[in-house]
């Protein structure tokens, strides 16, 4: 084989290779042209600016030069675009991280935005009241004022039994439980366990009724993307060692780690290595034993190892494909799996990004943005007249169902479906 | 379970192109494109020979009739090999494959205004901006707004009158109107966009509307929509109450991301797989076959197998041929041979946009009649083409035949396989 390019040789450190990936750039500004952000807002001049361009200006002993990269969503399309593999969001991430390094203050709105696991844990005891609680708008209104979070932003509704905990005291109990040579771990993440734990149990079963058994670290956490969006990089850290410790020993033993969020698994696969600087031996590995789950379910089905029992479900469904799972950079498994069920029909919706961006949508400067940038995915939604959407990450189905009012699902979901699982 | 029947590597003209023919033929097609191709910096029309001789400055009118002296003067270039029916066919085919009804004028080439006012010869262009074709001597008025750098409404305007093409030509500098007025600075995409609103065209008509009365056509720069162009276009003539036309900007280019996201889909549409920002990184060959290609996921190499494979990856702009400053040039996914000089000295011409070309730029891949890689006259891998800017001796500079060889070499491989 002629590789020119292995990633287990890289001998450059990947901090290195996303500062110098500035140098690839020849200023084509087809980042600019493809920014969801700068095209409906002039407070984000675009990401050939506030990346490559000013990057040469970021002398580290210097102060960052200029406030708009704020603005960027990290929604990552810049990167995907980009023909000349300039590491524009990555760059962006780490300028962030400095802006608010030389400002020596980050908002309590974006600390408190980035601790979803903190507010998960609050939430779930209190489920029904919170629930209640978080609808009303002059309480919204009030959140607002006081801390920055928009009151139209989609709030999910925190799940009354969280997922560990089914998994620990149902789950892990039943007689039906597959128990097998075959061994899969699954990253569950915040949004599984506090707000959807159906997804969790979705998977379970998908990837059971594949003769798989599915392990669930308990000292798993939150992976730390929404902190490192908000410029905190010392707390995701953290956490970031946290899950690579716990993941790492199922990744010696040769185990594939899945995930149904696509951001999350996007943290394990590439930004704890590419913006957090993690890059040691642990964190390779975890990074290259981590799937998303119908990537998963997907190398399966090449493998001719997937359970073709669907029962066919005769509709035509809308499905977005997010940003943060497009920036995985291995295609589109979702679709490919999905078309496997008989008489499906996945209307592939062509929009870039929903607006949301994990946190960015929900803070009150930046909603109006948000929802501009998710116009025309929104447009089309609705124009199916379907009743149900798909998509593989949670803030997005939050994004498009509260846009939209049609109520969002994620693939594996569908997969249960067509299996008879649910 | 092979879930492709083709793999296209490479997303601009010839990788869509040949994607979209094989997706529509029934294959099951994945392309792979490391970004977004070089389409979205181009002008959106369709050039298939435009100089001959190619250091000629006047442009070609008849195309047809000039190509077999554009044949004989470059006997290895792709058009000889493959030959004028195939041409015309693979035109025919590309205009089946966008909404946008893109239109040949007769068998001559469309001469357009360039973004300084030169004239642009090309035969396939989207009706809005063949309305300006500078054949016709219909006077126009060319506006421009302010906010948008680059875009000299006076220079357009002054260089059409210079060449004396017996066209009445008048410029007219605008500051945005609402909803656009706040803004100091806009690009091309932001410009288009504005366009698609209502309110704006109608704060814009306003203006103009008194001061294009002398004239028979208006010409504004290429940013008159992105996704409801069309109706933009049908707006804007309705209420100006004559033809509208679009002059080119510098990139990126409105027309050229509308002839992307037209491409684009069509194959989605069909249900072909498209990885955009991924690239592909290696490629195995066994017994004069590919076995597979690998790509370069976020987290790790991953295999990707089909029958066939298609390499349109661009010449060395495009990133399909890398140099060194050891004078080394090599191909990157299979390592195929580049008929090149390994003297550096040799590769580039003291003028920078000599009409000529680069020599450097006619580097690439060596193919046979089924556009198969060669080593010596022997096929290195028999499911395996080149399409496009990465063919040998077809630098897309000269005479301007860069996506006539993009089209006619995606509608031959198309052919072979579909």
């Known amino acids: 084989m002629t590789t020119s390019h292995d990633l287990d040789e890289i001998t450059l450190s990947i901090w290195e290779q996303v500062q110098h990936s500035a140098d690839l750039c020849v200023k084509c500004n087809i980042c600019t042209s ?34 708009s990269l704020d603005y960027c969503s990290g929604c990552g399309v810049c990167s995907m675009v980009c023909p000349h593999g300039v590491k524009v969001m990555e760059m962006n991430a780490k300028a962030r991280y400095k802006l608010y390094k030389t400002k020596k203050w980050i908002p309590l709105r974006n600390r408190i935005l980035g601790r979803s696991e903190l507010l998960g844990w609050l939430g779930s005891p209190f489920a029904p009241i919170a629930n209640v609680t978080l609808k009303l708008k002059p309480l919204r209104i009030l959140i607002e004022g006081i801390m920055g ?78 902190m490192l969006s908000n410029a905190e990089f010392d707390a995701a850290r953290q956490n970031a060692r946290t899950n690579i410790n716990s993941l790492v020993r199922y990744a010696r033993a040769g185990h594939k780690i899945v995930g149904t969020s696509s951001s999350c698994t996007l943290s394990l696969k590439s930004d704890y290595r590419h913006i957090l600087d993690m890059d040691d031996a642990d964190a390779r590995l975890v990074s290259q034993q981590t799937y998303d789950i ?97 998509c593989d990450s949670e803030t997005c189905r939050w994004q498009i169902e509260h846009a939209t009012g049609t109520k969002m699902i994620h693939p594996v979901q569908l997969l249960a479906q067509a299996y008879g699982l649910t | 379970m092979s879930l492709y029947d083709t793999v296209v590597i490479g997303a601009g003209l010839a990788g869509l192109t040949t994607a979209c023919h094989l997706q529509n033929k029934g294959q099951r097609v994945m392309l792979i494109g ?27 009118r008849a195309w047809p009739d000039k190509l077999s002296s554009f044949m004989a003067d470059h006997p290895q270039h792709p058009y000889s090999l493959l030959g004028e029916t195939k041409i015309n066919e693979a035109l025919h085919a590309f205009q ?9 004028n007769g068998s001559e080439n469309w001469l357009v205004p360039s973004a300084v006012g ?84 109608q704060q814009l008509v306003s203006v103009i509307k008194a001061r294009c009365q002398d004239y028979d056509r208006i010409g504004f720069p290429a940013v008159l929509g992105l996704g409801r162009h069309a109706k933009v276009v049908v707006d804007l003539e309705k209420q100006l109450g004559r033809p509208v036309f679009e002059v080119g900007t510098l990139p990126p280019s409105v027309p050229g991301r509308r002839l992307f996201e037209a491409l684009k889909h069509t194959f989605v549409q069909a249900k072909g797989r498209m990885n955009i920002g991924t690239k592909v990184v290696a490629g195995e060959v066994k017994d004069g076959r590919v076995t597979q290609v ?42 195929l041979p580049i008929d090149h000089n390994s003297n550096r000295q040799t590769w580039f011409t003291p003028k920078f946009l000599s009409p000529v070309g680069q020599p450097v730029s006619s580097y690439g891949v060596v193919v046979n009649d089924r556009l198969n890689p060669i080593e010596d006259t022997r096929p290195i891998a028999d499911n395996l083409y080149i399409v496009g800017s990465l063919l040998a001796h077809a630098d897309w500079t000269q005479g301007r035949t860069g996506y006539g060889v993009a089209l006619t070499t995606a509608k031959h491989v198309a052919d072979l396989l579909g």
């Open chain 1, 34 to 67: 493809f920014c969801p952000v700068a095209n409906v807002t002039d407070m984000f001049p675009g990401p050939k600016f506030v990346g490559p361009q000013a990057q040469r200006f970021r002398n580290p002993h210097e102060i960052s030069v200029d406030d």
């Open chain 2, 96 to 104: 089946g494959l966008t909404e946008t009804e893109y239109q040949q």
């Open chain 2, 294 to 335: 690998q790509i370069e996921t976020t987290n790790r190499l991953k295999p990707i197998i089909a029958e066939n494979y298609v390499l349109a990856t661009g010449g060395i702009l495009g990133g399909g041929i890398q140099t060194d400053d050891q004078g080394r040039v090599w191909e990157p996914v299979f390592n």
């Open chain 1, 294 to 390: 119908c990537e998963f379910l997907l190398e399966l089905a090449q493998a001719g190892e997937l359970k073709t029992d669907f029962q066919p479900i005769n509709a035509s469904i809308p499905y977005h494909s997010p940003c943060q799972l497009r920036a995985h950079n291995m295609g589109l498994p979702a679709i490919e799996l999905m078309e496997l069920i008989p008489g499906i029909q996945i209307k592939h919706i062509q929009a870039d990004c929903c607006g949301i961006a994990g946190t960015y949508g929900y803070k009150k400067e930046k909603h109006d943005i948000s929802m501009a940038v998710g116009k025309s995915l929104f447009e089309q939604v609705k124009a199916t007249e379907s009743d149900v959407a798909i």
């Open chain 2, 34 to 60: 490391h970004g977004v191709g070089a389409l979205v910096l181009g002008s959106g029309c369709i050039d298939v020979l435009g100089y001959q001789p190619v250091e000629s400055v006047e442009p070609v």
């Open chain 1, 149 to 226: 979070v928009h009151r139209d932003a989609p709030m999910p509704a925190f799940s009354w039994e969280t997922f560990r905990g089914w998994y620990q005291t149902v789950h892990k109990k039943s007689p039906q439980r597959v128990i097998s040579d075959k061994k899969v771990v699954f990253y569950h993440a915040c949004s599984v366990n506090y707000y959807e734990a159906f997804i969790g149990k979705a998977a379970i079963a998908v990837l059971e009724h594949n003769g798989y058994e599915v392990i669930v670290p308990k000292d798993q956490v939150c992976c730390g993307l929404p």
């Open chain 2, 118 to 201: 030169a004239i642009h010869p090309t035969c396939l262009a989207p009706p809005s901006i063949a309305k300006g074709h500078l054949g016709d001597t219909a006077s126009m008025l060319i506006v421009g707004f302010e906010e948008l750098r680059d875009f000299y409404p006076a220079l357009i305007s002054q260089n059409i009158s210079a060449q004396n093409l017996g066209i009445e030509t008048e410029s007219l500098t605008l500051n945005l109107p609402e909803p656009g007025a706040s803004k100091l600075n806009i690009t091309p995409i932001e410009l288009a966009t504005l366009f698609e609103q209502a309110d704006f065209r």
